[in-house]
Nanobody, 127 residues
Framework: QLQLVESGGGLVQPGGSLRLSCVASGSTLNRYAIGWFRQAPGKEREGVSFISSSGGNANYADSVKGRFTISRDNAKNTVYLQMNSLKPEDTAVYYC????????????????????WGQGTQVTVSS
């Protein structure tokens, strides 16, 4: 059973940076497409960024393009989300999710496509 644990959240001022990590255990991560999602209070969960199992393909929500970068190190069973130029509207609980895929190039954009979820890490952007 794949388990995911996020870390790296915290309080940061507008314009600052954070790097979130998602560490997997129970299985090797190189068979899984990964997504980062976030949920702010009173709002629906939204997709932030997604990466294929090989790391060769990635997608971003329009709201984070040019500011966030997703990457993965399959040897470390870890996926990262580098977040720069943070804005107050980025405040949310951030979740990583995984889905087993047959091909290494697939990027999955929707929450229903994912089978495994972490517990989330809080990101607060405030002065």
């Amino acid at each position: 059973q794949l388990q995911l644990v996020e870390s790296g959240g915290g309080l940061v001022q507008p314009g600052g940076s954070l790097r979130l990590s998602c560490v997997a255990s129970g299985s090797t991560l190189n068979r899984y497409a990964i997504g980062w999602f976030r949920q702010a209070p009173g709002k629906e969960r939204e997709g932030v960024s997604f990466i294929s199992s090989s790391g060769g393909n990635a997608n971003y929500a329009d709201s984070v393009k040019g500011r966030f970068t997703i990457s993965r190190d399959n040897a470390k069973n870890t996926v990262y989300l580098q977040m720069n130029s943070l804005k107050p509207e980025d405040t949310a609980v951030y979740y990583c999710a995984a889905a087993a895929v047959q091909g290494s190039q697939y990027v999955l954009d929707f929450p229903y496509e994912y089978d495994y979820w972490g517990q989330g890490t809080q990101v607060t952007v405030s002065s």
